[in-house]
């Protein structure tokens, strides 16, 4: 239980330092795409990348090339995802999120909370963590892909051409919503 061997130990050194510079060069090649927290699916490589390190460190059963070639197979999913994402918008709306609109110029939109599962709780504190202290002060707070509530104050909205593609939200008229 606290020991079994000084060879278990030994092979944790030296494959673990080969898997991390395993993961370093993967990661360096296959651009910072790779580790941006742009939406769901960008979270989940993120955390199959570390789940295949630390399979690679802690079991004997897997060996240092079979854990660099799944190193490189998640990189190479991400690429391939990313490019035909950025290039096909039917194929980005299949593995991302469209961001939601759930406060519009003060008043929490109930309908696309409960869709949502969010609660007026969470985006009170969405809207204090942007330093905020009233609905009222707040343009809009949008649920975005990745999970994340961004909040936009009422003094920053301007012409609101950041919303183009957020359902709901009229840009260019300088209103979030309806």
């Not at 991390?20 to 060069?25: A, E, I, S, W």
């Not at 051409?161 to 008229?173: H, L």
């Amino acid at each position: 239980m606290w020991f079994d061997s000084w060879s278990d130990l030994a092979r944790v050194l030296a494959v673990g330092a080969c898997a991390y510079v395993t993961v370093v060069v993967v990661l360096r090649l296959s651009g910072k795409r790779t580790l941006a927290k742009l939406n769901a699916f960008d979270l989940v490589v993120t955390v199959a990348l570390g789940s295949t390190l630390a399979t690679i460190l802690l079991s004997s059963d897997v060996s240092w090339a079979e854990g660099a070639v799944a190193l490189a197979l998640l990189a190479g999913l991400q690429f391939a995802v990313a490019w035909t994402t950025s290039r096909l918008p039917r194929a980005r709306s299949a593995v991302t999120a469209r961001p939601t609109l759930l406060l519009s110029h003060g008043v929490l939109d109930e309908e696309a909370l409960r869709q949502q599962r969010v609660t007026a709780s969470d985006v009170r504190q969405a809207v204090r963590a942007s330093g905020s202290g009233a609905l009222e002060d707040v343009a809009a707070v949008v649920l975005e892909g990745d999970g994340t509530l961004s909040v936009v104050p009422s003094s920053k909205f301007g012409s609101g051409s950041a919303f183009a593609d957020v359902p709901g939200a009229r840009p260019g008229t300088g209103d979030a919503g309806e």
